[in-house]
């Protein structure tokens, strides 16, 4: 029985799956977006986003740490150097899954991994969204600007009609 055994073994003896998930996740770190399929996508994003979440702290120890995962130096050289000044202010969250259909050959559900702050399709349009959109107002300050607002009106109403009153007597 598998009591409260949470990790999808993906069909692997565990050197074998730890192997895999080291080298899909240099290249993810590398090239920003790949296609896998679904399992595989969901376990390494598990497997990714603590050593991306290690890299927004670039120390010699976090280096380590995350080398002993990746064991490749040029995706730690990406990782804390170009990805991980990207996401220093991202609290969490690092990947999107993004499902793509089934494969030809085996019909197996397939997706695209990628990191979220290097899709330029998406920031461009968070990025115009948030210069057009204005800013919000809670209802207290809404509130009090309504009634400055109307209070500044009221008196020049009254004003043209006692002018008016004035010039038809």
């Known amino acids: 029985m598998r009591h409260g055994d949470k990790v999808n073994n993906l069909g692997r003896k565990k050197a074998h799956r730890v192997a895999m998930l080291e080298n899909m996740a240099s290249s993810l770190i590398e090239h920003k977006r790949i296609f896998t399929t679904v399992a595989k996508a969901k376990a390494l994003r598990v497997f990714v986003e603590p050593l991306i979440?290690?890299?927004?702290?670039?120390?010699t120890h976090n280096r380590r740490v995350v080398f002993s995962y990746l064991q490749s130096k040029e995706a730690i050289k990406?990782?804390?150097?170009?990805?991980?000044?990207?996401?220093?202010?991202?609290?969490?969250?690092?990947?999107?899954?993004?499902?793509?259909?089934?494969?030809?050959?085996?019909?197996?559900?397939?997706?695209?991994?990628?990191?979220?702050?290097?899709?330029?399709t998406y920031t461009q349009n968070k990025n115009t969204a948030k210069a057009t959109e204005p800013k919000k107002r809670t209802r207290r300050s809404g509130a009090a600007k309504k009634a400055t607002a109307k209070e500044v009106v009221e008196p020049k109403v009254e004003e043209t009609n006692d002018t008016t009153e004035a010039a038809a007597e």
């Open 78 to 120: 990406e990782l804390f150097g170009v990805v991980g000044a990207k996401v220093a202010d991202r609290p969490g969250g690092y990947t999107r899954i993004i499902k793509t259909g089934f494969r030809a050959g085996d019909a197996a559900e397939m997706a695209m991994i990628e990191l979220v702050d290097f899709n330029e």
């Open 53 to 59: 979440n290690r890299s927004k702290n670039n120390t």
